[in-house]
């Protein structure tokens, strides 16, 4: 189970705790794990839907060229998910992660085709600009008090105007046959693009910060109830910093994804990148109240977002008609992620009485 939630109620969520529960007990866990996955299971269910409307509507949907380009798309929407996730799950949000890209981008781009650096040290300096781009940003709202809306919103203007004058608009084509590989060649069949691996191998790590590691557990507590996790000894701005430093690394790795099958890229790169950073993490089950993140669910949401666009475009419905079902999608996710958290309020009252004994700590 891909899921990992904190709260600061009766030790529910809470890392390094095991309650003990009686047979009763045990009928409602399974009916809260049943209702922690409505997200994924409804994503399942709503992906198979528009793969049966949009496979007998739109001749080629379920081709492998169609298919191979969503998987391109969904790959990189995923990691977008994952890096807004970060910040959402500290009950924060980055509106600067196309801004980010943008940057990440401008430097790839030069550092390939105008300063002819190895592809290794070009992927290992852009990670360490979106993790220093991202940082800035979180030291500014930790010195200035404002929150991240205003900080992040003010960077994307500065980021994205500092991306075009380094670069003058410049175009840069990518030459290097194994970025192109990345992003234009297969993986078993020729249905699936090399970047499916990528969003599942960043997919998997960020599982596991969540739910093997303490920095993890105390995103989590943060993004839960910040001043309970302050009160019981977590240090909130590093914590914060660490999230914020994440968030611009996936951006980086989103970068190399999105570079590896255009080639041809320049300073305008990531101006699209917002909404479906948002819809991914929203409608994939991350709280916007923070304190919970849900990988399965980024990865299907993306994965579902992409498939109605690749659709909607395969049955000829104009481009300026295609914003509209994309805005919708985001008011639904967020009118879901609503009703999740009224439900379990709802729900919270019986899971303490059926809890038995007092919770066992485990080192």
Known sequence: MLKTRATDEAGEGRPGVTVTRSAGGMIERVREVAATQTSAIGLVILITI?????????????????????????ARDAVLGMAQAMLIVVARMNLAVGSIGAVCTSLLGYLL??????????????????????LLMGAAELLTGLSSFIVTLAFLSAYAGGALLF????????????????GNG???????????????VCGVLCWLLYSRNSLGWKMLAVG????????????VPRVVLAAYALSGLLCAVATVMNASYELNVNAGF??????PSFIAAVLGGVALTGGEISVT???????????????????????????LPEGLVLLVAVLLDRARR???????????????PAPVVVP
């Open 186 to 200: 297969t993986l078993l069949t020729s249905a699936i693009c090399p970047l499916v691996a990528v969003a599942v």
């Open 113 to 134: 085709v105008s300063a002819g650096v190895p592809v290794w040290l070009a992927f290992l300096l852009v990670a360490l600009t979106g993790v220093l781009a991202s």
């Open 50 to 74: 528009t793969w049966t409307v949009f496979g007998v509507a739109g001749s080629g949907f379920l081709g492998s060229f169609n298919l191979y380009s969503i998987g391109q798309l969904a």
């Open 224 to 235: 839960a109830n910040e001043r309970a996790a302050r009160a019981s000894g977590v240090n």
């Open 297 to 323: 669910g980024i990865l299907l949401a993306a994965l579902f977002y992409d498939s109605l666009q690749s659709g909607l475009t395969i049955i000829n419905v104009p481009s300026y008609w295609i914003q």
């Open 270 to 275: 990531g101006s699209d990148w917002l909404l």
């Open 167 to 182: 670069t003058s608009g410049h175009q840069y084509q990518i030459s290097s046959s194994i970025i192109s590989r990345l």
């Open 342 to 356: 009224a439900r379990r309020k709802s729900m919270r009252p019986r899971d303490v009485v059926a809890s038995a």
